[in-house]
Nanobody
Framework: QVQLVESGGGLVQPGGSLRLSCAASENISSIFAMGWFRQAPGKQRELVATITKDGRTNYADSVKGRFTISRDSAKNTVDLQMNGLKSEDTAVYYC????????WGQGTQVTVSA
């Protein structure tokens, strides 16, 4: 069973940046894909970005050009760099691992507000 721990959430003003990090309990090189999802109040959880073990990335249209997902196999971490944050990015962000079943972290709150 893969355990995931997120960090890096917080409060930021519109236009600002945050970097989320997800630490996995096992070697992420053996995990097919990892990613970030988010859930805003009253809305369903949605995909933000994913990265496969061979480095292929996929982004939601709403974050393309603003967010970047990356992985560090030496540290067993997957990061999400978020730039140009908007109020609509406010949500709880969850780390996900697909190996092949899905594992989830506990989530970290991101609030974008003036």
């Amino acid at each position: 069973q893969v355990q995931l721990v997120e960090s890096g959430g917080g409060l930021v003003q519109p236009g600002g940046s945050l970097r989320l990090s997800c630490a996995a309990s096992e070697n992420i090189s053996s995990i097919f894909a990892m990613g970030w999802f988010r859930q805003a109040p009253g809305k369903q959880r949605e995909l933000v970005a994913t990265i496969t073990k061979d480095g292929r990335t996929n982004y939601a249209d709403s974050v393309k050009g603003r967010f970047t997902i990356s992985r560090d196999s030496a540290k067993n971490t997957v990061d999400l760099q978020m730039n140009g944050l908007k109020s609509e990015d406010t949500a709880v962000y969850y780390c996900n691992a697909q190996s092949p079943q899905h594992y989830w972290g506990q989530g970290t709150q991101v609030t974008v507000s003036a």
